[in-house]
């Protein structure tokens, strides 16, 4: 079995003048990553590797979640490929999973986290929000032979506050 845990990156700005891939966390973003990863270290997800697209919002949360599951941040991959809006994308980026790993986690940016995780898993969501965490669970023991899954999990900070 492969489990996925998929995380939209946390509320950002658009009020500073920087690129898109340079936009940081707001501090609803910071607090919202903090709730969600204090809430995630009380639970049997705990990832055996974590991808986080290069993104300054994703890699922000990435850092921030982490933390709390005390995974150490040496280990943190940045993947470029996950600076992505796009679902097939994702897909191919998470098919390239070592599959010794079996459970993977990855920070990346909405439209393709939504309709990522509508076609793989088993619940459908309308969006994924900012910061939120959906875990799909594959009746596989290979990443490139992922298609559709169990969701097992889901959880957004409104859930929490």
């Excluded at 501090?27 to 809430?39: P, S, V």
């Excluded at 393709?112 to 900012?130: E, K, L, Q, Y």
């Amino acid at each position: 079995m492969k489990r996925l845990i998929v995380i939209r990156h946390g509320k950002s700005t658009w009020e500073l003048n920087v690129r898109d891939h340079d936009r940081v966390l707001l501090q609803r973003g910071i607090d919202d990553a903090h709730l969600i990863g204090d809430h995630l270290k009380g639970t049997a997800f705990k990832p055996d590797a974590v991808w986080s697209s290069s993104a300054a919002r994703a890699l922000q949360t990435a850092t921030l979640i982490t933390e709390k599951w005390d995974y150490s941040l040496e280990l943190l991959r940045i993947n470029r490929s996950l600076y992505t809006f796009d679902a097939s994308e994702l897909r191919s980026v998470v098919s390239q999973c070592d599959d010794t790993i079996e459970t993977l986690a990855i920070v990346s940016h909405n439209h393709g986290i939504t309709d990522f995780v509508n076609f793989a898993g088993s619940t459908r969501f309308d969006n994924v929000p900012t910061t939120g965490v959906v875990i799909i669970e594959f009746d596989t023991t290979k990443w490139t032979e992922i298609t559709t899954g169990e969701t097992v999990f889901n959880l957004f900070p409104k859930d929490l506050k």
